[in-house]
């Protein structure tokens, strides 16, 4: 098991950083990439620029290989495009002397087991190395032995139907020509598909945001064009975002942006719609839902463009033991810590290896994937995420259980505190500025009570309260 290698899926940059950190180890490391390239899925939404400056987007570990091959390192004050992420970070971090030899393009993992011994199996499980399925450019299979396996590979290839249900709606299928999902390229790319028609957004969140900013823009210069914004709930306030209260100025500057044309009536907009169902009459798409009101009809539009979410590809997984919430299909003892129902503040608690272990040793699902369909992971937690857990592979569990995590908050709040302990799914009070961890372990545990101690010791450390010290 020592000799055989680590395997990394998805080489972005949270899989990218796990692979730095396994190399600083001096760790045997192979990557599975099923695209062409280095970031591949951000390829697809490069036009658009991140909310966050450089200075979030750029792991340390990955940072010494990099400045060891001579990289000058971008502003940190600056905000990449997603194309300029690829291009200035992960392309020369993936060019390195270390990690050029141990990426794979166009390898596919369509399965990951255990050799000799299925799901059900618990003698010895351990000894067992792990087993992954590779589907190849030329459609043919095989295999590799791994002594344990991090899946960054994320989940922007797995949307989530535009149907409020959670389930494709009628004609969502059929009309699968008509409707993008993500985040198109409306000002370059795919604008001979968007000018001059009009396209219904559907989605309350950052990606709904740059596709209707893109749309104006385009409006502008061709009056034609016309945006029909469509939200599943009636609250936009986590869209919105909390202005210069966000300390991510990116991320507060576009909520404004977006309410500011939303007022001037430039988008209409239908909120509290449940899509149920897309026909097509006359060459157009109407767009059917339920409203508080009862039935309603939208449209005629020409698009639909479904800024949903996504969700993980669960497939691979099916014969480890993996667990999961139950909703949110994130690593479980994560869940309560990032639950959209308790808290949206933008502070999550530290967390590391231990949240992200499941009952197959050795296996982690990291990066957006380990958040499942919760929509508010940044890159910082990824990096946090795989220093930690390489770290727990490696048997340091000082450094793997060291985990340190402050991450800028949005400024707005859209659910409070569940009474007034101190911990209980909203954010905490100060001196700590996220949840306890202690508390979602208690809740993922179904244990009464919040977790968190009484009274909190002094002096406030960050192992005390597992949050940021004031």
């Known amino acids: 098991m020592q000799e055989l290698p680590v395997v990394v899926i998805g080489a972005g940059p949270v899989g990218l950083a796990a692979a730095a950190n396994l190399i600083a180890r001096r760790m045997a490391v192979k990557v599975c990439e099923a695209g062409e390239s280095v970031g591949a899925n951000i390829r697809d939404w490069g036009h658009v620029r991140l909310f966050s400056p450089w200075e979030f987007n750029v792991d340390p570990a ?99 139907p535009a149907g409020a249900g959670g389930m494709p709606v009628d004609g969502e299928q059929a009309l699968a020509e008509r409707i993008a999902y993500g985040i198109p390229d409306v000002l370059n790319r795919d604008r001979d598909t968007y000018a001059g028609r009009t396209t219904l957004v559907l989605g309350a969140g950052h990606s709904a945001a740059n596709v209707l900013l893109d749309l104006v823009e385009l409006a502008e210069q061709d009056a034609a064009t016309k945006a029909v914004w469509v939200t599943r709930g009636r609250d936009l306030s986590r869209v919105y975002g909390g202005g210069a209260n966000d300390q991510l100025a990116g991320r507060g500057d576009l909520g404004t942006r977006l309410r500011q044309v939303v007022d001037s009536g430039r988008i209409e907009l239908v909120r509290g719609f449940a899509l149920a169902g897309i026909r097509k009459e006359d060459g157009r798409l109407l767009v059917n839902g339920e409203t508080s009101e009862g039935g309603r009809t939208v449209g005629p539009v020409d698009r639909i463009v479904a800024c949903t979410g996504q ?58 994937k380990s958040y499942g369909r919760a929509p508010t992971f940044l890159m910082l937690t990824g990096f946090e995420q795989v220093r930690s857990v390489v770290a727990a592979i490696a048997g340091d569990m000082v450094a793997a259980d060291d985990v340190k995590l402050v991450l800028p908050e949005t400024g707005v709040c859209t659910t409070a505190p569940a009474g007034a302990a101190a911990c209980c799914g909203g954010p905490a009070p100060d001196p700590v500025a996220a949840c306890c961890a202690d508390d979602a372990r208690a809740k993922a545990d179904a244990q009464d009570g919040c977790g968190c101690p009484a009274k909190l010791p002094e002096p406030v450390t960050a192992s005390s309260c597992c949050g940021k010290v004031a």
């Open 62 to 160: 990955s940072r010494k290989l990099l400045e060891a091959a001579g990289w000058a390192e971008p502003d940190k004050r600056g905000y990449p495009t997603g194309h300029e992420l690829v291009d200035r970070y992960l392309a020369p971090l993936a060019g390195t002397a270390e990690l050029a030899p141990v990426i794979e393009y166009g390898a596919r993992v369509i399965a990951i087991g255990r050799r000799g011994i299925d799901k059900v199996v618990s003698r010895d499980r351990e000894l067992h190395p792990f087993q992954l399925v590779i589907r190849d450019r030329d459609g043919g299979t095989r295999r590799v032995l791994a002594r344990a396996v991090i899946d960054a590979s994320g989940t922007w290839t797995t949307p989530n």
């Open 311 to 368: 969700r993980p590809d669960l497939s691979l997984t099916r014969e480890l033991r993996v667990e999961l919430d139950p909703w949110l299909e994130s690593t479980r003892m994560l869940g309560p810590m990032i639950d959209p129902n308790l808290h949206s503040c933008g502070s999550v608690p530290p967390h590391g290896h231990r949240e992200l272990s499941h009952h197959e040793p050795g296996f982690y699902a990291v990066g957006i």
